[in-house]
C-alpha cells in the first residue's frame, strides 16, 4: 500500500449533491492536512488536523466540512459547492506533532480531481 | 503574510543538460525554511530538496542543489544531468519556523524533459 490513499480518484457532481473524499496514511503519522490545487495558482492549504484535532481552518467556506476520526484517516465532506471549487484536493501527512515543526516534509496522497456542474 | 513566486510558468530541457528554476520569497521572518517539492504526471507530489534559512551552506541532493540568496530572498533550483524522469511540475515553498506544516507554495514551474 503507498503511503497516502485518497478516494475516490475522480468525483463529478452537481451543486446541489453532498459527496465526500477520503484520505488514508499507513505511515503512523500525527498530523493530516488538505490542500486545494487549483490551475495556475498556488496550492492552498485548507485544514490542518493534529491528533485527530483541528489546528487550523484558513477561512474555508462552510460547504466544506472535515472529520478527521483518528489519526489514519480523514475526509472531506462536500455539499452544495459551487463550480469554481473544482480542483484538485490533495490530502498530506506528517509526523511532527507538538513540536516546532522542523523537517516541512509533507507525505502527499495523488489527489482527488474534483468537477463541480 | 508570506508570498512565494515562481516566474517561469514552463522550462523544457535536454537530456543530460542543466536547468534552473526560480524562485523568490517575500517574509519578514528571520527562521523559516525552504522547499522544492516535485509532481509528476502520476501527480503525487514528493519533496526534493530543504534548505534552513539560517544555514549559509546550500542544500544539495544528488543532481539536485539549491542557491539560497537570503538578502536577495531567492532560492534557485538546479537539476544537473537532467533525466527524463524528472519531467514534472515543481513548486517552491516556505514555511516559517516554527509552524504546524503550513507551506506557502508557489504557482509551479512545469519542466520537461526531452530526449
Known amino acids: 500500500e503507498t503511503g497516502v490513499t485518497q478516494t475516490p480518484r475522480h468525483l463529478v457532481m452537481g451543486m446541489t449533491n453532498k459527496k465526500s473524499l477520503k484520505c488514508e496514511q499507513h505511515?503512523?503519522?500525527?498530523?493530516m492536512y488538505w490542500y486545494k490545487q487549483s490551475a495556475k495558482k498556488p496550492l492552498e492549504l485548507m485544514f490542518v488536523?493534529?491528533?485527530?484535532?483541528?489546528?487550523e481552518n484558513n477561512s474555508v467556506p462552510s460547504r466544506f466540512s472535515p472529520e478527521c476520526p483518528n489519526s489514519s484517516h480523514l475526509f472531506l465532506h462536500l455539499h452544495t459547492l459551487q463550480p469554481e471549487d473544482s480542483a484538485l484536493y490533495l490530502c498530506a501527512s506528517s509526523p511532527e506533532t507538538g513540536l516546532p515543526f522542523v523537517t516541512g516534509e509533507l507525505f502527499f496522497g495523488e489527489g482527488s480531481r474534483l468537477t463541480v456542474l | 503574510a508570506q508570498t512565494v513566486t515562481q516566474s517561469q510558468p514552463e522550462m523544457s530541457v535536454q537530456e543530460a543538460e542543466t536547468v534552473t528554476l526560480s524562485c523568490t520569497y517575500d517574509?519578514?521572518?528571520?527562521?523559516?525554511?525552504l522547499f522544492w517539492y516535485k509532481q509528476p504526471p502520476s501527480r503525487q507530489m514528493i519533496l526534493v530538496i530543504r534548505?534552513?534559512?539560517?544555514?549559509?551552506q546550500n542544500a544539495t541532493e544528488n543532481r539536485f542543489s539549491v542557491n539560497f540568496q537570503k538578502a536577495a530572498k531567492s532560492f534557485s533550483l538546479k537539476i544537473s544531468d537532467s533525466q527524463l524522469g524528472d519531467t514534472a511540475m515543481y513548486f517552491c515553498?516556505?514555511?516559517?519556523?516554527?509552524?504546524?506544516?503550513?507551506?506557502?507554495f508557489g504557482a509551479g514551474t512545469q519542466v520537461v524533459v526531452t530526449p
Open positions: 517574509t519578514s521572518e528571520n527562521n523559516y525554511y
Open positions: 515553498a516556505f514555511m516559517k519556523h516554527p509552524s504546524w506544516g503550513k507551506l506557502q
Open positions: 505511515l503512523g503519522h500525527n498530523a
Open positions: 534548505q534552513e534559512a539560517y544555514k549559509q
Open positions: 488536523y493534529n491528533f485527530k484535532e483541528q489546528t
